[in-house]
């Protein structure tokens, strides 16, 4: 798998009380196990995590007591082993309707199905699509004089797993919540920009580790 979903709120809530070492840990195991659609092999787990030091060690050692199963020496997940079995799932149903000629022909006496078999607007069709398609909806329409950070913006996924990959020594979530506030509160021009995710890159670059939020007066020449 190439994607996949994390759902902020439902992360955030589980994860509330690791250490910042221990949500790299996780990140890191969760991305190799999607993306090579296996578990994690008991005795590659701190490589796979890129741990060396010992407090290194220990974190993936905790993330994966926590939230894995070890079976016949491989770290397994059952919400990830679901989330794999229904990618599969659409695939495969995918590639039997292809080799049936595409989808069926419209019948206006009939309930409209997707080839997964599911309504057209259903909500599972909605998430089907959203395990497809990375989340776009906040990087709006580019235009010559810029836009504004919209009023709801929310960190999509992808912004999210680039951010933990480029400095996972940070909080994502305080970032993103600095970030929002900062441009929420800029007026005129200043507030006006062409590339938000460039945006948020040099931002996420430009973060320090810090008790108190880091001054960004100066980021807008990245613009």
Same mark, same amino acid.
């Given at each position: 798998?190439?994607?996949?979903?994390?759902?902020?709120?439902?992360?955030?809530?589980?994860?509330?009380?690791?250490?910042?070492?221990?949500?790299?840990?996780?990140?890191?195991?969760?991305?190799?196990?999607?993306?090579? #659609?296996?578990?994690?092999?008991? =005795?590659?787990?701190?490589?796979?995590? @890129?741990?060396?030091?010992?407090?290194? +060690? &220990? !974190?993936?050692?905790?993330?994966?007591? #926590?939230?894995?199963?070890?079976? =016949?020496?491989?770290?397994?997940?059952? @919400?990830?082993?679901?989330?794999?079995? +229904? &990618? !599969?799932?659409?695939?495969?149903?995918?590639?039997?309707n292809g080799k049936r000629g595409g989808?069926?022909?419209?019948?206006?006496?009939?309930?409209?199905?997707?080839?997964?078999?599911?309504?057209?607007?259903?909500?599972?069709?909605?998430?089907?699509?959203?395990?497809?398609?990375?989340?776009?909806?906040?990087?709006?329409?580019?235009?010559?004089?810029?836009?504004?950070l919209p009023p709801d913006w929310e960190?999509?996924?992808?912004?999210?797993?680039?951010?933990?990959?480029e400095r996972p020594d940070l909080d994502?979530?305080?970032?993103?919540?600095?970030?929002?506030?900062?441009?929420?509160?800029?007026?005129?021009?200043?507030?006006?920009?062409?590339?938000?995710?460039?945006?948020?890159?040099?931002?996420?670059?430009?973060?320090?580790?810090?008790?108190?939020?880091?001054?960004?007066?100066?980021?807008?020449?990245?613009?």
């Amino acid at each position: 798998m190439n994607y996949y979903e994390r759902h902020l709120g439902d992360y955030a809530k589980d994860t509330a009380h690791l250490s910042m070492l221990e949500h790299g840990a996780y990140s890191l195991l969760m991305d190799r196990y999607y993306a090579t #659609e296996q578990g994690i092999p008991a =005795d590659q787990a701190h490589r796979v995590a @890129r741990a060396r030091t010992k407090e290194e +060690k &220990a !974190a993936v050692d905790a993330v994966l007591a #926590e939230f894995f199963t070890l079976n =016949d020496g491989v770290w397994t997940k059952n @919400r990830i082993e679901e989330e794999i079995a +229904k &990618a !599969a799932g659409k695939i495969t149903a995918a590639r039997e309707n292809g080799k049936r000629g595409g989808r069926p022909k419209k019948n206006p006496d009939q309930t409209q199905e997707k080839p997964s078999g599911f309504p057209l607007g259903s909500e599972t069709e909605t998430q089907t699509k959203a395990l497809q398609t990375p989340d776009t909806r906040h990087q709006e329409s580019r235009s010559p004089s810029g836009s504004r950070l919209p009023p709801d913006w929310e960190l999509p996924n992808d912004w999210l797993a680039w951010a933990q990959g480029e400095r996972p020594d940070l909080d994502i979530a305080q970032a993103a919540s600095r970030f929002a506030d900062y441009w929420h509160g800029k007026a005129g021009k200043e507030a006006r920009k062409v590339d938000w995710l460039a945006t948020w890159r040099n931002w996420v670059r430009g973060e320090r580790i810090s008790t108190h939020p880091p001054r960004h007066s100066g980021l807008e020449r990245f613009q």
